[in-house]
């Protein structure tokens, strides 16, 4: 019989009031490379609650082998978000371009994974606002993930 056991390290940092998420760290080997991911917006907590997309982006960055960490991070930072983009106040604060800018430069890697919702008006300046921040790393950066071998899709 074997036995294997495994820790991931999960770090959260949220807003004093907890209304905005901006940043998620998930690392299982820090030996390896750090891969951050910039999605839509936190769906939940993340500490110990994952969205379906977390799971996906965790268990694919685990499987390549290639990454011990992924850091997530996001266009916005309010978990209120995705309940009402049009009409929320502050979908994102200074905050969230200050830990996105951090957590890229720690990372080899910079995957764009907000998908087909970047093409909505709602979105597309801060789309624009944060390439305009990616173009000094624009050798990490995926916009798709065939660069980084990493699927995202399930199976």
């Not at 917006?41 to 960055?61: A, E, F, R």
């Not at 606002?129 to 798709?144: A, S, T, W």
Request: proline share 4%.
């Amino acid at each position: 019989m074997n036995t294997i056991k495994s820790t991931i390290y999960t770090e959260a940092i949220f807003s004093d009031d907890e209304k905005h998420r901006y940043l998620l760290k998930k690392t299982w080997d820090e030996k390896k490379p750090v891969c951050t991911v910039i999605t839509m917006y936190p769906h939940l907590d993340g500490v110990l609650s994952l969205d379906l997309t977390t799971v996906l982006i965790l268990n694919q960055l685990a499987n390549s082998e290639r990454y011990g960490a992924v850091y997530l991070v996001n266009l916005f930072s309010n978990i209120k978000s995705p309940e009402n983009l049009k009409h929320i106040k502050n979908p994102y604060d200074e905050h969230t371009d200050i830990h996105l800018m951090k957590a890229i430069s720690e990372s080899d890697t910079v995957i764009l994974a907000y998908g087909a919702y970047a093409k909505r008006p709602v979105v597309v300046e801060r789309v624009e606002q944060v390439m305009e921040m990616l173009k000094p790393h624009k050798k990490k950066v995926c916009i798709n993930s065939k660069r980084a071998s990493i699927s995202f899709h399930s199976n």
